[in-house]
């Protein structure tokens, strides 16, 4: 079970102080978060990827690559790459390129992006969302895997004879997740090909998830991939703590409220209630989080929303202290009392879904 956390990299207003950070500050900011959470021992930091404000993340393989020097162990991720308007091409290189400057702790999530303005940005239409992805990812799948790729499609111009450089570290593409919080196509598709499903289950009630969870796994045994047990599922979330869960609720109030995300909509005591969202003391958070194997059965990564709504830096770190130190320890020994030998291991760089320490010991 791989622990982390994930940034959408807004630049907003702290509602308590009414000061922003700039742009500098916020890219800054995530470069700390990112050694911070390996300091208190988190699997994975991942950032998304945005082309219009309030975000700064445009370029995630820039920062990526920039966390890759200033971390030893922790794996690198995308909470979205835009598979829809980034040329697979691009994606195949830039990753690749990560993945030997990263020593192989390197995987990625893909999605189609929500924000209907950046479709026409990159030459796109939003309205062709679904084959976009679709055509793309087939593509990117190749590039990865063969050395001379001849190819056509609807999106981009034709192939002939190309080798995307450089090749996969070892020969290992990347692992790849698939993101969705509302399309069974998504789901479809991870199914197919054997990848990840991610669901990030930060808005919607959690049997919308569960119904997409369930297809997927469904459908990942269908292809001939494994049992639906083994297939292959990561979870959004969102935390906010202090040791009294009163005065969590309390200072996270006026950032809820103001979220870019969320805020001005559903109070926070109906979005807790009804998303992952937990604001209050750490066993809270545990309690809270131990509830999702119930609905989704036993899962591979977790990430965890903590940067965001103009939280000072300071809160995120006090917050990552809490998270590294009171809540993953339990989370860790209590995912892992009762599961299954044959459940995958979070994936790693060149190791198969399908062994690890409890695959071998069951094969001894």
């Not at 308007?85 to 990560?98: C, G, Q, R, S």
């Not at 030998?341 to 069951?362: E, I, W, Y």
């Amino acid at each position: 079970m791989q622990f982390g956390i994930f940034t959408v990299g807004d630049v907003t207003t702290d509602p308590t102080t009414g000061r922003a950070p700039t742009e500098h500050e916020r890219v800054k900011a995530m470069v700390t978060i990112a050694r911070k959470a390996e300091e208190v021992g988190l699997d994975v930091f991942a950032t998304g990827e945005h082309h219009n404000p309030p975000f700064v993340p445009s370029s995630p393989t820039t920062l990526l690559g920039y966390v890759a020097a200033r971390t030893e162990r922790l794996l690198l991720s995308t909470s979205t790459t835009l598979i829809t308007t980034n040329d697979p091409v691009k994606i195949a290189e830039d990753f690749a390129m990560l993945q030997h400057l990263a020593d192989g702790r390197v995987d990625l999530m893909l999605g189609r992006g929500n924000t209907g303005p950046v479709y026409p940005w990159f030459g796109k239409d939003i309205r062709q969302g679904i084959p976009l992805a679709v055509e793309n990812y087939a593509l990117l799948h190749r590039l990865w895997r063969e050395e001379s790729v001849d190819w056509a499609g609807r999106f981009r111009t034709p192939l002939q004879g190309f080798t995307a450089t450089p090749r996969p570290l070892d020969g290992a593409p990347p692992f790849v997740w698939h993101g969705s919080i509302r399309s069974p196509e998504i789901a479809e598709q991870a199914a197919y090909y054997g990848d990840g499903f991610f669901a990030n289950n930060i808005f919607w009630p959690r049997d919308h998830f569960v119904r997409l969870i369930r297809l997927y796994r469904d459908r990942y045994a269908h292809y001939g991939h494994g049992d639906p047990e083994q297939a292959v599922v990561g979870l959004g979330g969102q935390v906010f703590m202090r040791r009294n869960s009163q005065d969590a609720v309390r200072e996270f109030r006026p950032y809820f409220d103001n979220a870019p995300v969320y805020g001005h909509g559903p109070s926070l005591e109906e979005f807790t209630e009804q998303t992952p969202l937990t604001v209050g003391s750490p066993q809270e958070v545990i309690e809270k989080t131990l509830t999702f194997r119930e609905s989704f059965g036993d899962y591979q990564r977790q990430l965890f929303l903590m940067d965001h709504a103009g939280l000072p830096l300071k809160t995120v770190l006090e917050q990552l202290d809490l998270l590294g130190e009171e809540v993953v320890p339990v989370l860790r020994r209590e995912f892992a009392a009762g599961r299954p030998a044959h459940v995958p291991d979070g994936p790693v760089h060149g190791a198969s879904l399908r062994t690890g320490a409890r695959a071998a010991a069951t094969a001894g």
